[in-house]
């Protein structure tokens, strides 16, 4: 039995995350009853939760010797409580369920101090029998935020933006605007590498564009494995970034394969985050991310906003890529372009890995890298200006694995880096699927 409101466990998503531990109670095969403290209860739907396996304790042995199950569970935001009649089903030791529970309860053990003593074992999945409020007073609930607003305008937004570049511009600029989220990445997803790469951010000193994280790493990198949100409300030193994931990719001998010369953003005191994988068509484009500095600052109701604002946005992404791969292949018409003035420009490239350096200052490399020296080449070689997204992706010089290797994201990634280095080169969108170059001073390439 399933009783109806407030008896669904969605109406009582803020009492799951262990803001006020949850009691376990359950009895021996001789009817002797036990009550344990219980970290966290994670929502999976209307009929099912899973609990933490962190012991092989007298709850454990009484669970799997069959005893039944109440759970006592309290909202930190109204004081209500509520009692739980749970039936054990399984215990799962991988998948999206297990990582979600294992992130958040990095955070709360690291808020508690309890880094090494709190370590997931399992996610006991169970069955909802039956939820009863127990009567008592309380608080009234805080106003509710509307989310269902906040989407309606962001989307909107979204659906007039004409190319790549202003999509990621205005799903940044919503998510400030509309949800009030200060700080927010946008990483898309280099499947042959294995890597996520920024692309977008906002709320930061330094942009990070190009900065690198690896797929199975942090809260990130653990969201595009597992293809599923992953959010915790206290600091977490496991999840965090940085040299920490470069020193563990040192250990297994890939540091050469990460981007090591950007520093990926971030807030160095992060204390919430929340990862969001961007699907399409049963593909990962990305993970949108944000941060705060203040502890339980996103809950279920952001969680579930942002889902649904990263799938339009996912839909969105492949639109006008796909757009741009398919425009008319008409020649591109190369103007006159002026003659380049002031010291030359020494471009360095490195075959080995496609990375470019502009002046001996490193800019970029992997396919972003190779596609710059195309294009410069081709300028010092034939003064052509005019390029297409065809033209490239059939570019022998470029060697792209396919059409999922996101051209426009790359182009978007490299337009970024060269107006940051602002060096004298520039590209810039002439028409759908078409981009120009633009050089101020003279060229002097060097192949490394």
């Known amino acids: 039995l399933i009783i109806n409101l407030p008896g669904k466990p969605k109406s009582i998503r803020e009492c799951l995350d262990g803001v006020i531990p949850g009691l376990i109670a359950t009895s021996d095969r001789e009817g002797m009853p036990n ?11 209307n009929e099912h939760v899973a609990l933490t396996y962190q012991f092989f304790n007298t709850t454990r042995q009484n669970v799997l010797g069959g005893s039944p199950v109440r759970l006592l569970l309290s909202s930190h935001l109204t004081g209500a409580q509520y009692r739980l009649t749970l039936q054990y089903l399984r215990t799962e030791t991988a998948g999206p369920i297990f990582e979600q529970m294992k992130a958040k309860l990095a955070g709360i053990a690291s808020h508690f101090g309890m880094t090494g003593v709190f370590r997931l074992l399992g996610s006991d999945i169970y069955r ?6 127990i009567p008592g007073p309380t608080l009234a609930p805080p106003p509710p935020v509307n989310y269902l607003t906040a989407l309606r305008r962001a989307n909107r937004h979204l659906a007039g933006c004409g190319n790549l570049a202003a999509l990621l511009e205005t799903a940044l600029a919503s998510l400030a605007d509309e ?11 280099d499947e042959g590498r294995g890597r996520l790469y920024t692309l977008a951010s906002r709320g930061y000193a330094q942009s990070g564009v190009g900065s ?10 653990i969201c595009a494995r597992e293809r599923t949100p992953i959010r915790i409300g206290f600091m977490a030193a496991e999840y965090s970034y940085g040299r920490t994931v470069r020193d563990g990719l040192a250990a297994d001998g890939q540091a050469d394969a990460l981007e090591t010369a950007i520093p990926l953003p971030g807030l160095p005191e992060a204390r919430s985050q929340l990862a969001v994988p961007i699907t399409a068509i049963d593909r990962l484009l990305g993970v949108l991310y944000v941060e705060s500095v203040a502890d339980l600052h996103f809950g279920y109701d952001d969680e579930d906003a942002l889902v649904a604002f990263a799938a339009q946005l996912g839909l969105a992404i492949l639109h006008h890529q796909h757009a741009d791969d398919l425009a008319d292949e008409t020649p591109p018409v190369d103007e006159a372009a002026p003659t380049p003035a002031g010291p030359p420009l020494v471009v360095r490239h490195f075959a080995a890995n496609d990375s470019v350096f502009i002046d001996d200052d490193y800019l970029i490399k992997g396919v972003a890298g190779a596609i710059l020296w195309a294009l410069l080449s081709d300028f010092v070689e034939r003064r052509r200006t005019g390029f297409t997204n065809k033209g490239l992706r059939v570019d022998p010089r470029i060697r792209l694995p396919g059409v999922s290797d996101n051209l426009e994201a790359r182009l978007v990634l490299l337009q970024r880096r060269l107006e940051e280095r602002a060096a004298g080169v520039r590209i810039d969108k002439s028409g759908r699927g078409r981009f120009t170059l633009s050089v101020a001073r003279p060229l002097q390439l060097v192949e490394g």
């Open 35 to 45: 009550l344990a403290y219980l970290s966290q209860v994670q929502f999976i739907d």
């Open 212 to 221: 690198e994280i690896p797929v199975g790493a942090g809260v990130i990198g």
């Open 179 to 189: 949800f009030g989220i200060a700080h927010v990445m946008l990483l898309m997803h």
């Open 128 to 133: 909802v029998l039956a939820i009863e409020p």
